[in-house]
């Protein structure tokens, strides 16, 4: 017998309608009952004149005519395990995932030791993070330039594509001794092989020689300031980067992918490959939407990052770019600290540059993409989940609410309001520049594989929980 929620609102292409839905661990009917608004206003007039209605009591869900999203995915995080755990761990990174509404996550390869170079790592890492997470996740195998001093990097990219990596995580620029950058020769290296495998590089798209050469400047002069710093790595550093990565998708045909891009000028040469036919395709994260350079200045290094923000006009041009479909998807670049100790060494050259992000993602979105029109309700959902599925090859089992879909549900109650406490967080590290920020909309309940996961403010499964999900490309 299947499980059923009633009176959940999906989107459905550009329409929504309150829906049934059917499942037990995949979805197995979804029935539209009437059509609904879509327009954040008429929505919530919607479900105030629904909720006036008394209904009768049922065994099953009933979603209360919350907004029902899919679960969603966030591809592009750092948890830290094992190696620096005092940061963060597959538990509590997973946990703020589930508390945020997001089902799948897929874990970076630099920030492990050993870092997921080989299979011999991966697997190393599999069986102390399956103990862990609460909820699903991938992982991206990586190619660090010491791998080339070894000429093992060919073996090795081999070997992690049939465990089922999502991809190749690549350097332009590092700062990680156990993970170093890749030369624009060494990048069109990996690029052939990636071709062969059918898989995505990834690539922190910031120019080495342009970065270096400005820290350099400003470090002999003293120079402390935060303009110092994002100067060093501004909008020039990303732009130089992305050419090499342009050209470098030009002459190999692979299919490459920029993470976290942060400016209006980078994007341009984004859309103008895609329109060319280069197999290119980029993310963004939350505080490229939120902040700019001025807030950076305001709030000091809890805002941190690298890339760092921008400026207004760039925040505004990578919204526009989630809308037209250029930028794919929002991720988080999750990577907390030992808070505030890394976030306070006396230079913004040395304090750490991350912070967690995976338990806001959804509240960011839905409140200032959705609620203020920046974003439909199918626009919010494909950027959310639906696109990263595809982009890895996840989307057999995640990424829509279809049916032989796994049963991931959000519900959102976009009537009630949140309000960032970042001691409330459950990262390991208390801190957000989000703190005291307003959201509008409320995650109520998460569904993992048809098990309640969460419930408003309770955990309802234990660690190890979470299933490791595999790129189809291995079949």
């Given at each position: 017998?299947?499980?059923?929620?009633?009176n959940?609102?999906?989107?459905?292409?550009?329409?929504a309608?309150?829906?049934?839905?059917?499942?037990?661990?995949y979805?197995?009917?979804?029935?539209?009952k009437?059509?609904?608004p879509?327009?954040?206003?008429?929505?919530?007039d919607?479900?105030?004149?629904?909720?006036?209605?008394?209904?009768?009591?049922?065994?099953?869900i009933d979603a209360?005519?919350?907004?029902?999203?899919?679960?969603?995915?966030?591809a592009?995080?750092h948890?830290?395990?094992p190696g620096f755990e005092?940061?963060?761990?597959?538990y509590?990174?997973?946990?703020?995932?589930?508390?945020?509404g997001?089902?799948?996550?897929a874990d970076?390869?630099?920030?492990?030791?050993p870092?997921?170079i080989?299979?011999e790592?991966?697997?190393h890492?599999?069986?102390?993070?399956?103990?862990?997470a609460?909820?699903?996740?991938?992982?991206w195998g990586g190619?660090?330039?010491?791998e080339?001093e070894k000429n093992?990097?060919?073996k090795?990219m081999?070997?992690?594509?049939?465990?089922?990596?999502?991809?190749?995580k690549?350097?332009?620029?590092?700062g990680?001794?156990?993970?170093?950058a890749?030369?624009?020769s060494?990048l069109e290296?990996?690029?052939f092989?990636?071709?062969?495998l059918d898989?995505?590089v990834?690539?922190?798209a910031?120019d080495?020689?342009?970065v270096?050469r400005?820290?350099?400047e400003?470090?002999?002069?003293n120079?402390?300031?935060?303009t110092?710093y994002?100067?060093?790595?501004?909008v020039?550093?990303?732009v130089?980067?992305?050419?090499?990565?342009?050209?470098?998708a030009q002459?190999?045909?692979?299919?490459f992918?920029?993470?976290?891009?942060s400016?209006?000028?980078?994007l341009e040469?984004?859309e103008?490959?895609?329109?060319?036919?280069?197999h290119?395709t980029?993310?963004?994260?939350p505080?490229f939407?939120?902040?700019?350079?001025?807030?950076?200045e305001?709030?000091?290094?809890?805002?941190?990052t690298?890339?760092?923000v921008?400026?207004?006009?760039d925040?505004?041009?990578?919204?526009?770019?989630?809308?037209n479909?250029?930028?794919?998807?929002?991720?988080?670049?999750?990577?907390g600290?030992?808070?505030?100790?890394?976030?306070?060494?006396?230079?913004?050259w040395?304090?750490y540059?991350?912070?967690?992000?995976?338990?806001?993602?959804?509240?960011?979105?839905?409140s200032?993409g959705?609620?203020k029109?920046?974003?439909?309700?199918h626009?919010?959902?494909k950027?959310l989940s639906?696109?990263?599925a595809?982009?890895?090859?996840?989307?057999?089992h995640k990424?829509?609410i279809?049916?032989?879909?796994?049963?991931?549900?959000v519900?959102?109650d976009?009537l009630?309001?949140?309000k960032?406490?970042?001691?409330?967080?459950?990262?390991?590290?208390?801190y957000t520049?989000f703190?005291d920020r307003v959201f509008?909309?409320?995650?109520?309940?998460?569904?993992?594989?048809?098990?309640?996961?969460i419930?408003?403010t309770?955990?309802?499964?234990?660690?190890?929980?979470?299933?490791?999900?595999k790129?189809s490309?291995?079949?």
């Amino acid at each position: 017998m299947p499980k059923k929620i009633i009176n959940a609102i999906i989107s459905s292409g550009e329409r929504a309608y309150l829906c049934e839905i059917k499942y037990n661990s995949y979805i197995s009917d979804v029935i539209e009952k009437e059509e609904v608004p879509v327009k954040p206003t008429e929505l919530a007039d919607y479900i105030r004149s629904k909720r006036k209605i008394k209904r009768e009591l049922t065994h099953c869900i009933d979603a209360n005519y919350c907004i029902v999203l899919p679960g969603a995915i966030d591809a592009h995080v750092h948890y830290d395990d094992p190696g620096f755990e005092w940061r963060e761990d597959f538990y509590t990174g997973t946990l703020a995932a589930a508390f945020g509404g997001v089902t799948l996550v897929a874990d970076m390869p630099c920030t492990s030791i050993p870092p997921i170079i080989n299979t011999e790592n991966l697997q190393h890492k599999l069986q102390i993070i399956k103990k862990k997470a609460v909820v699903d996740f991938a992982l991206w195998g990586g190619v660090s330039g010491t791998e080339f001093e070894k000429n093992t990097y060919k073996k090795y990219m081999y070997g992690l594509k049939e465990q089922g990596v999502i991809g190749f995580k690549t350097y332009l620029i590092s700062g990680m001794d156990d993970f170093t950058a890749l030369v624009p020769s060494q990048l069109e290296e990996v690029a052939f092989i990636a071709k062969e495998l059918d898989l995505p590089v990834a690539v922190h798209a910031e120019d080495k020689a342009f970065v270096e050469r400005m820290r350099a400047e400003f470090q002999r002069e003293n120079r402390n300031e935060i303009t110092c710093y994002c100067q060093a790595r501004g909008v020039e550093a990303e732009v130089l980067a992305i050419k090499t990565v342009i050209r470098t998708a030009q002459k190999t045909g692979a299919h490459f992918h920029v993470v976290h891009l942060s400016s209006k000028r980078g994007l341009e040469l984004i859309e103008k490959a895609q329109a060319s036919g280069i197999h290119i395709t980029t993310e963004t994260c939350p505080h490229f939407l939120a902040f700019t350079q001025e807030d950076f200045e305001k709030q000091g290094s809890i805002l941190k990052t690298a890339p760092p923000v921008k400026f207004a006009e760039d925040k505004e041009a990578l919204w526009e770019g989630l809308k037209n479909g250029a930028i794919s998807f929002v991720a988080t670049d999750h990577a907390g600290c030992d808070y505030p100790k890394e976030k306070s060494t006396g230079s913004i050259w040395t304090d750490y540059g991350g912070m967690p992000g995976s338990e806001l993602m959804i509240p960011f979105i839905f409140s200032e993409g959705f609620m203020k029109n920046r974003l439909s309700l199918h626009e919010m959902q494909k950027i959310l989940s639906e696109n990263a599925a595809r982009n890895y090859r996840l989307d057999s089992h995640k990424g829509r609410i279809n049916l032989s879909k796994d049963a991931d549900f959000v519900f959102i109650d976009p009537l009630e309001k949140t309000k960032v406490d970042q001691e409330k967080l459950h990262s390991k590290g208390k801190y957000t520049p989000f703190h005291d920020r307003v959201f509008k909309c409320r995650i109520e309940k998460i569904i993992l594989r048809g098990n309640v996961i969460i419930d408003h403010t309770n955990l309802l499964v234990d660690p190890g929980f979470g299933s490791y999900y595999k790129s189809s490309s291995i079949t």
